[in-house]
């Protein structure tokens, strides 16, 4: 059974950091792209960034870009969102997702099958 569980979100004042991880079971991910999408209440979902299945080729939204960081390791079959310079705007559930048939780095959430629970972010002071 595939499945995808994010884990590493909190509370975090502005300007903090927090590290995300995307799990993988049941496959591997390392062979797919993989998307951190987000969702704040009342707004739709974004996506913030991907990652192809090489690793080679990333996206950033305008909004996170120079503050957040996706990278693989494959060891764990992982992929880690770093988020550093976190803002108040920040606030949302961040999701990951993932598609057997995605090498390519989309950032268009219709393009994912596979989506974790998500997990909260919530930058206050």
């Known amino acids: 059974q595939l499945q995808l569980v994010e884990s590493g979100g909190g509370l975090v004042q502005p300007g903090g950091s927090l590290r995300l991880s995307c799990a993988a079971s049941?496959?591997?991910?390392?062979?797919?792209?993989v998307g951190w999408f987000r969702q704040a209440p009342g707004k739709e979902r974004e996506g913030v960034s991907c990652?192809?299945?090489?690793?080679?080729?990333?996206v950033y939204a305008d909004s996170v870009k120079g503050r957040f960081t996706i990278s693989r390791d494959n060891a764990k079959n992982t992929v880690i969102l770093q988020m550093d310079s976190l803002k108040p705007e920040d606030t949302a559930v961040y999701y990951c997702?993932?598609?057997?048939?995605?090498?390519?780095?989309?950032?268009?959430?219709?393009?994912?099958?596979?989506w974790g629970q998500g997990t909260q972010v919530t930058v206050s002071s």
């Open positions: 997702a993932t598609d057997p048939l995605l090498a390519m780095c989309v950032m268009q959430g219709g393009e994912y099958d596979y």
């Open positions: 049941g496959f591997t991910l390392n062979y797919y792209a």
């Open positions: 990652i192809s299945s090489s690793g080679g080729s990333t």
